[in-house]
């Protein structure tokens, strides 16, 4: 677990430390974590809370808040996993990749997955129910429990309506296009949120205005009956101030990404492609604040946190935690989604202080922040770490205290169990003899070679090469024994071209000669030669060119 401070604020990373690779078997890890301090004092809040390759989505279920579905790759699948036994529950593959995932009941039995291949996808506690297609690609989802209908967000100018009581499509909601004729895909929606204490749906577009839609109206006035123009209110701020900016050819800093509401529904948040945040008030047409992130990144996720006032931010660099003019932030790899970690008492996080967040590593990440709210009762445990911490950073101030320990619980988390082997290519086990242990045990397939133990590498090198060893002592002693003598007689000052005489002597007369002419390759040619890295290139017998091997043929012939 590793200690971050922001403003005053502690921040418990509790997904730092060792990452144990999947191919360890049980044995190995429970060998592991008894040799490896660290590797047993490492927090584990949910077993297996990772994907093969990375994560883009993260829901909770509505009622109990038992069930944490999450969306990853590769190949795309979703993981269930179960708080009340802190475990993977099961795992189904996906045809395509997972774009947005809604949990329509109190648990894992009714989910409906948005896909990239334009299809949603029911799924039931058997498996997969049924699979529709909708007319355009989808952007995003939400479901308005009051009507019993699943809204789309397609790529064009339409809201898709899914009725799933009466399990057909109603007439779909039409965002008005932008006055200018030259571009008519700017008012493409691009998110959507549904607000939990009104019937109040409101769409995000590409043209930096959102769009607020009725839920009780009838089919009959299926347009937006307000717009809120947040390009207008945040425009000549952020990363995106000036109109000289070239990433605004390629890119719409404007466009809104993401929608929030908070529970008493007074509050909305709308942030940009540019990396800015605006905050409403919905009685009022002027922002109350705009908050900037600074890295001029879209604005992925928004959540409101009633328990502590504060409303969290992110983009793929950090997460912001913000209230006024008190800040936090937290940053690790690239972040995609996040939510807060609640129980069978709040449901929704809105008092929790557990932050869930998806990225584009395999492990999920998970912090703690006590200032923001409580630890949920399936990981209460939390709070008791978090206690001894803090009194050990109090003893540590005061001079009191014997560390401990205490001192092992914060690692930064930079070594990992992977030191205990070593990485062998395919030349390698050709040069050791090895080859006929591929496909055993014994060799761990990744990327380009293997893993193999480092005991048995070190056995099997031995044995391939016995005076290794014998070769290697000799040339440190002719090493030892040349420094002794350079330093008793002053060696005579050589010219360059006799320094760089000793190895790979046809380049460095190559060299010498382009950096005699005054042209930009004999400028180059005389850095290289005066540059002190570049020595062992003419010294080191390791560097020397075989000038007959056929690569070096081929590149000059």
């Known amino acids: 677990m590793n200690v971050q401070k922001r403003n005053d604020v502690t921040i418990y990373n509790l997904s730092s430390g060792p990452m144990l690779p999947e191919w360890l078997g049980d044995r190995a890890r429970r060998n592991l974590s008894k040799r490896d301090e660290q590797i047993r004092r490492r927090i584990e809040l949910i077993q297996d809370f990772q994907m093969p390759s990375s994560s883009s989505k993260i829901v909770q279920s509505h009622g ?57 996808s029911f799924h039931a506690h058997y498996g997969k129910h049924e699979s529709i297609r909708i007319p355009k690609f989808g952007r995003a989802m939400a479901y308005e429990s009051t009507t019993c209908e699943l809204l789309i967000a397609g790529s064009n100018l339409n809201v898709y309506r899914l ?38 749906a409101s769409v995000g577009c590409d043209d930096g205005v959102v769009r607020f839609f009725d839920n009780r109206s009838p089919d009959s006035l299926l347009k937006s009956f307000l717009k809120l123009d947040v390009k207008e209110g945040t425009k000549g701020l952020g990363f995106f101030d000036s109109d000289d900016n070239k990433a605004t050819s390629y890119r719409n800093p404007y466009g809104i990404t993401s929608v929030a509401h908070d529970t008493s529904g007074l509050y909305m948040a709308a942030g940009t492609a540019g990396g800015l945040i605006a905050l409403y008030d919905v009685r009022s047409s002027k922002p109350l604040h705009v908050k900037e992130h600074k890295h001029g990144l879209p ?74 709210g409580l630890a949920p009762s399936w990981c209460s445990f939390l709070e008791n770490v978090t206690e001894e911490l803090e009194e050990r950073d109090l003893n540590r101030d005061t001079g009191t205290g014997t ?27 050709e040069k050791l003899g090895v080859s006929d242990l591929i496909g055993t045990p014994m060799l761990k397939a990744y990327m380009h070679g293997f893993f193999m133990d480092n005991n048995l590498y070190n056995k099997v090198r031995a044995v391939a090469n016995p005076f290794e060893y014998e070769e290697y002592r000799k040339k440190k002693i002719k090493e030892r024994m040349e420094a002794k003598r350079g330093s008793r007689i002053a060696p005579k000052a050589l010219s360059n071209k006799k320094q760089l005489g000793s190895v790979n002597p046809e380049l460095a007369g190559r060299l010498q000669g382009k950096a005699e002419s005054g042209t930009k390759s004999g400028k180059a040619a005389k850095a290289i030669l005066s540059d002190d890295r570049f020595g062992g290139l003419f010294a080191n017998q390791d560097y020397e060119i075989d000038e007959e091997d056929e690569n070096f043929k081929m590149r000059n012939p």
């Open 163 to 200: 009725n799933l009581e009466e399990g057909r499509f109603s007439e779909p909601w039409s965002i008005e296009d932008s006055k200018s004729k030259s571009n008519s895909n700017n008012a493409a929606c691009s998110c959507i949120s549904v607000s939990q204490s009104q019937p109040l």
């Open 64 to 120: 109990d808040a038992r069930y944490i579905v999450v969306a990853g790759t590769y190949p795309p699948r979703i993981r269930c996993y179960d708080i009340h036994d802190l475990t993977l529950k099961f795992e189904r593959y996906c045809d395509s990749h997972v774009v947005d995932l809604v949990m329509l009941g109190e648990d894992y039995g009714k989910i409906a997955i948005l896909q990239d291949d334009r299809t949603i």
């Open 403 to 429: 560390g401990g320990t205490g001192d092992m619980l914060v690692r930064d988390g930079q070594e990992t169990v992977f030191e205990n082997y070593k990485f062998v290519s395919h030349e390698d086990l």
């Open 299 to 372: 604005i992925h996720t928004l959540k409101f946190h009633p328990g502590s006032g504060c409303i969290l931010s992110s983009d793929e660099k950090l997460i912001k935690v913000w209230k006024y003019k008190s800040t936090g932030d937290l940053s690790s790899g690239k972040f995609s989604n996040f939510i807060m970690g609640g129980d069978e008492k709040d449901p929704t996080g809105n008092r929790s202080g557990l932050l869930l967040c998806t990225t584009d590593q395999p492990k999920l990440e998970s912090y703690y922040i006590p200032k923001v």
